[in-house]
């Protein structure tokens, strides 16, 4: 008995620590992948003098969202199973200014040498039925711990502002509302994500306009390096005047 009671405590230890563990992993991959972003938010900010990040969330899915999503898709309730078919315990979501933004932030995280990209689905090309837009990628992370490297997938979401505002209120308007919607709920909803993505381009064009307007500025007000000090003098106070 004493040797059974043994056991069971050593077991029960062995269990907790590797529960543990497997949130910290997930953790830890958010810890890793946003380290990632930060620094091109950086780069962006010091070199480019641009940033195209407006703001970043991360998020573990909770214990209780984990498994109802176990039990709805019939999985085992082991640790293995979870780790392999559960692909967004972990999330983050990238809110950019632009939809061009959106490609190029992707990109620059898709070609880092350490993230393997598993699955890509772009709902801003194929916007979902109900009109949701946002490009979602599926990652594979290393995390580095004392004893083992363990790889783990982490979801990312990127979209504009316009898309996070929609998406933010769909979510609210249907929270915890599982009947049929109507139908001309969901054309008006939908309608509504057109208007949105139109509201996209426009100001992408408003940019991109406003940009070619401070190109030109530079080039116009640029100081010719071949006229004598003098010269530039002169030129300069004309300008002024």
């Given at each position: 008995?004493p040797?059974?009671?043994?056991?069971n405590?050593?077991?029960?230890?062995?269990?907790?620590t590797?529960?543990?563990?497997?949130?910290?992993?997930?953790k830890?991959?958010?810890?890793?992948?946003?380290?990632?972003?930060?620094?091109?938010?950086?780069?962006?900010?010091?070199?480019?003098?641009y940033?195209?990040?407006?703001?970043?969330?991360t998020?573990?899915?909770?214990a209780?969202?984990?498994?109802?999503k176990?039990t709805?898709?019939?999985?085992?309730?082991?640790?293995?199973?979870?780790?392999?078919?559960i692909?967004?315990i972990?999330?983050?979501r990238?809110?950019?200014?632009?939809?061009?933004?959106i490609?190029?932030?992707?990109?620059?995280?898709?070609?880092?040498?350490?993230i393997?990209?598993?699955?890509?689905?772009?709902?801003?090309?194929?916007?979902?039925?109900?009109?949701?837009?946002?490009?979602?990628?599926?990652?594979?992370?290393?995390?580095?711990?004392?004893?083992?490297?363990?790889?783990?997938?982490?979801?990312?979401q990127?979209?504009t502002?316009?898309?996070?505002f929609?998406?933010?209120?769909?979510?609210?308007?249907?929270?915890?509302?599982?009947k049929?919607?109507?139908?001309?709920?969901?054309?008006q909803?939908?309608?509504?994500?057109?208007?949105?993505?139109?509201?996209?381009r426009?100001?992408?064009?408003?940019?991109?306009?406003?940009?070619?307007?401070?190109?030109?500025d530079?080039?116009?007000?640029?100081?010719?390096?071949?006229?004598?000090s003098?010269e530039?003098?002169?030129?300069?106070?004309?300008?002024?005047?």
């Amino acid at each position: 008995m004493p040797t059974l009671k043994l056991i069971n405590k050593e077991s029960l230890k062995n269990l907790r620590t590797e529960i543990t563990r497997f949130g910290m992993i997930y953790k830890f991959a958010l810890d890793e992948i946003s380290t990632k972003v930060n620094i091109l938010q950086e780069e962006f900010r010091l070199v480019h003098e641009y940033n195209p990040i407006e703001h970043v969330n991360t998020r573990v899915k909770s214990a209780e969202s984990l498994i109802k999503k176990v039990t709805r898709k019939g999985l085992p309730l082991s640790l293995d199973a979870i780790q392999e078919n559960i692909r967004d315990i972990a999330g983050m979501r990238i809110i950019c200014s632009f939809v061009s933004d959106i490609y190029r932030i992707s990109d620059m995280i898709h070609n880092q040498a350490d993230i393997e990209v598993i699955e890509v689905k772009d709902y801003i090309k194929n916007p979902k039925p109900n009109g949701y837009q946002s490009l979602h990628t599926i990652l594979r992370i290393p995390v580095f711990m004392s004893d083992r490297t363990t790889y783990v997938y982490v979801e990312m979401q990127i979209r504009t502002i316009a898309m996070e505002f929609w998406a933010s209120l769909e979510h609210k308007i249907y929270y915890k509302y599982n009947k049929q919607v109507p139908k001309h709920l969901t054309r008006q909803l939908k309608e509504a994500a057109t208007t949105v993505s139109e509201l996209d381009r426009k100001m992408e064009h408003i940019n991109n306009e406003i940009n070619i307007l401070k190109e030109n500025d530079i080039i116009n007000n640029t100081v010719d390096e071949n006229l004598t000090s003098e010269e530039m003098m002169i030129q300069m106070l004309h300008r002024l005047m």
